[in-house]
């Protein structure tokens, strides 16, 4: 990598606003739109599980089909900036009719309001899957390929201060004490506050990125360096990966899938098990989840450290671990007490630790496989199982809850993580080791 090269951390975080409000509000819509479908609509566990699952079966042919899309625009704006641009105001006005159908639906219930819900959100899912591609198209568009790694961490923090600040924001504004066997909950001023943060973060981006400018200068730098372009054909053949290379492969995906079954499920149902188990507000419950958030935040680079020095495998395999015990440890507790104790931020802090540890490597270990020329068919890959994963989890562990009870989500959670472990024992390649770089020189040459 040419010595000079460095990053510009102020041109990535501003690239990364788009990211920022995507998962502020993934965060609130994974929060509220159970309980409102529960509680105020009164579906059962199923039927919610299926429409919570929707925005993955969609984003199974949206990401893709946008993605392209996009590839091929001429706008003078740029390439991504219009997807962004549209997806962004759709998704605004219409999450804006969230709660406005709520509210309506509760002081007069017809089956036309509830259609109408059903529909709203719909849309709202094709809004987001219009412009997530184009925004995760947007960093290396604008990075040169040695520094998107460095970027990416930067695009991750972003997108997880994101949702943390949401998070932050719900505890504030619907505390237990307001929420607490009250009748019916009105979100439209959680609602507003959120289309206020995602505006921001759009006025960021198309203000404040250069996306015409940035993108030629990259084009420029890869101009300069062809050397850095590591795609290979031999005799007009694409190269095939070795048996065993596949084999790993297929477990590692198998691996995605399952901790994403897993995890996926504490985090679309955990506010409702709170509710019903130790009959706390979306307030506090959201607290918990910050606290995972932050724990995932603070170990982002610690991660990536613990793979350079003991293996990525290792340090999945020790997330996976740890994960599982959270998971079986906040089951113990709910059979011994039925209220919440501030203790539990110990294990939830401890999933957002165990998750970083597995979610930062298993990515670059899927990438370790594959030649440059494919990164993006094996992102593909990645992205496939881990989203398909989340189509299904909902779906049955809602039924769960329906059918036999909320205690059966943690053990559920727990069961899945474990049966991770077991595939990724199988996992034999993809495990690079790097040279180890301590704390902040993680980032070294990003000024």
């Known amino acids: 990598m040419d010595s000079k090269l460095k990053l510009n951390v102020g041109q990535t975080v501003r690239v990364g606003f788009a990211f920022f409000a995507i998962l502020a509000f993934w965060q609130m819509y994974n929060n509220i739109i159970p309980l409102i479908l529960t509680k105020t609509f009164h579906m059962d566990k199923s039927l919610s599980g299926i429409i919570m699952a929707a925005d993955n ?73 219009t412009y997530r591609s184009p925004a995760v198209a947007l960093m290396p568009d604008v990075t040169p390929k040695p520094l998107r790694s460095r970027a990416n961490a930067v695009i991750n923090l972003m997108g997880a201060l994101g949702g943390i600040i949401y998070l932050i924001v719900a505890k504030i504004m619907y505390p237990s004490s307001r929420t607490q066997d009250a009748e019916h909950v009105d979100y439209l001023p959680l609602v507003l506050v959120m289309a206020g943060i995602m505006i921001l973060s759009l006025i960021v981006v198309m203000f404040f990125v250069n996306e015409v400018k940035w993108n030629a200068q990259m084009l420029d730098y890869e101009r300069a360096h062809p050397e850095e372009n590591l795609a290979e054909k031999t005799d007009g053949q694409k190269e095939q990966l070795p048996k065993d290379v596949k084999r790993s492969l297929l477990f590692l995906l198998i691996s995605v899938a399952l901790w994403y079954m897993g995890y996926n499920a504490m985090e ?25 958030t932050a724990g995932a935040i603070l170990f982002f680079i610690p991660s990536g450290i613990a793979a350079s020095k003991i293996g990525r495998k290792k340090t999945i395999l020790s997330g996976i671990l740890l994960l599982s015990v959270c998971f079986f440890g906040v089951f113990a507790y709910t059979c011994v007490r039925r209220e919440f104790h501030t203790l539990l931020y110990i294990p939830f802090f401890l999933v957002g630790v165990a998750w970083a540890l597995i979610n930062v490597n298993s990515l670059p270990m899927v990438l370790e496989m594959c030649k440059g020329s494919e990164v993006g068919r094996f992102t593909g890959f990645y992205y496939s199982f881990s989203m398909t994963a989340q189509i299904v989890t909902p779906v049955c562990a809602g039924a769960l809850l329906e059918h036999v009870g909320y205690m059966t989500l943690f053990p559920y959670c727990a069961a899945f993580v474990l049966l991770a472990f077991v595939t990724m024992l199988f996992v034999r390649h993809g495990d690079t080791k790097a040279v180890a770089r301590r704390g902040l020189e993680a980032f070294e040459d990003m000024d």
């Open 57 to 129: 079966v969609l984003a199974l042919f949206l990401l893709p089909l946008f993605g392209g899309i996009s590839d091929r625009c001429k706008a003078k704006m740029g390439k991504r900036k219009p997807f962004i641009l549209g997806g962004s105001v759709a998704a605004v006005f219409l999450m804006l009719l969230i709660p406005f159908l709520d509210n309506a639906y509760f002081q007069n219930p017809r089956s036309g309001i509830r259609i109408l819900f059903v529909c709203v959100l719909g849309c709202i899912l094709v809004a987001m899957g």
């Open 268 to 292: 679309t149902w955990f506010t409702t098990y709170a509710d019903a188990m130790w009959n706390i507000g979306i307030g506090d419950a959201s607290f918990s989840l910050t606290i995972v």
